[in-house]
T-cell receptor
Framework: AQKITQTQPGMFVQEKEAVTLDCTYD???????LFWYKQPSSGEMIFLIY??????QNATEGRYSLNFQKARKSANLVISASQLGDSAMYFC???????????FGRGTSLIVHP | GAVVSQHPSWVICKSGTSVKIECRSL??????MFWYRQFPKQSLMLMAT?????????EQGVEKDKFLINHASLTLSTLTVTSAHPEDSSFYIC???????????FGPGTRLTVL
């Protein structure tokens, strides 16, 4: 069974609009961390945001916020005020306690159009 | 902080030759680095964990004699693709853990094309 599921292979959003990228995860470990990475066409993986399983509040980093719904095991990334430079692949990842290696989802391709 | 570099950024080689890819942590020490492989439009596949001063730990299905990993110092890990063949053509990315949450910081990747 997949530990990280990103059901949206591709998303389109208009510039300046907000967009939500879905991510659900599967773990029986009560302690885990969730990550989002951005991969532009250049290939580099850029760390965006982190959410710990025990964090009481949703993580935010600038225009990025994580809609963490623990009971539903979902960790959706919300990008507000989309910019053309946000066009990229976005990967959700989870790291369980005791492992220093995260598991990555298949990614979602986001295209921001003017 | 937490900058990881990779060299070369791209390489084209003939079938049968060996290719070495370097991964460096520029502003921190990394006792552990990770090597990933990524095919077009797919996710990252972990190949191996590189441990400073000891043998690498390879994921199931990854040939250790094919993909030689050396982690000789706290800031450098190398991946050598030996006797490369066209099916080895891929995007190779390294990473190291750093930061408040031990998140992975990735190098810019190396695009290998074997003719």
């Amino acid at each position: 069974a997949q530990k990280i599921t990103q059901t949206q292979p591709g998303m389109f959003v208009q510039e300046k609009e907000a967009v939500t990228l879905d991510c659900t995860y599967d773990t029986s470990d009560p302690s885990y961390g969730l990550f989002w990475y951005k991969q532009p066409s250049s290939g580099e993986m850029i760390f965006l945001i982190y959410q710990g399983s025990y964090d009481q509040q949703n993580a935010t980093e600038g225009r990025y916020s994580l809609n963490f719904q623990k009971a539903r095991k979902s960790a959706n990334l919300v990008i507000s005020a989309s910019q053309l430079g946000d066009s990229a692949m976005y990967f959700c990842a989870m790291r369980e306690k005791g492992s220093y290696i995260p598991t990555f989802g298949r990614g979602t391709s986001l295209i921001v159009h003017p | 902080g937490a900058v990881v570099s990779q060299h070369p950024s791209w390489v084209i080689c003939k079938s049968g030759t060996s290719v070495k890819i370097e991964c460096r942590s520029l502003d921190f020490q990394a006792t552990t680095m990770f090597w990933y492989r990524q095919f077009p439009k797919q996710s990252l596949m972990l190949m191996a964990t590189s441990n400073e001063g000891s043998k690498a730990t390879y994921e199931q299905g990854v040939e250790k004699d094919k993909f030689l990993i050396n982690h000789a110092s706290l800031t450098l890990s190398t991946l050598t693709v030996t006797s490369a063949h066209p099916e080895d053509s891929s995007f190779y990315i390294c990473s190291a853990r750093a930061g408040l949450h031990n998140e992975q910081f990735f190098g810019p990747g190396t695009r290998l094309t074997v003719l």
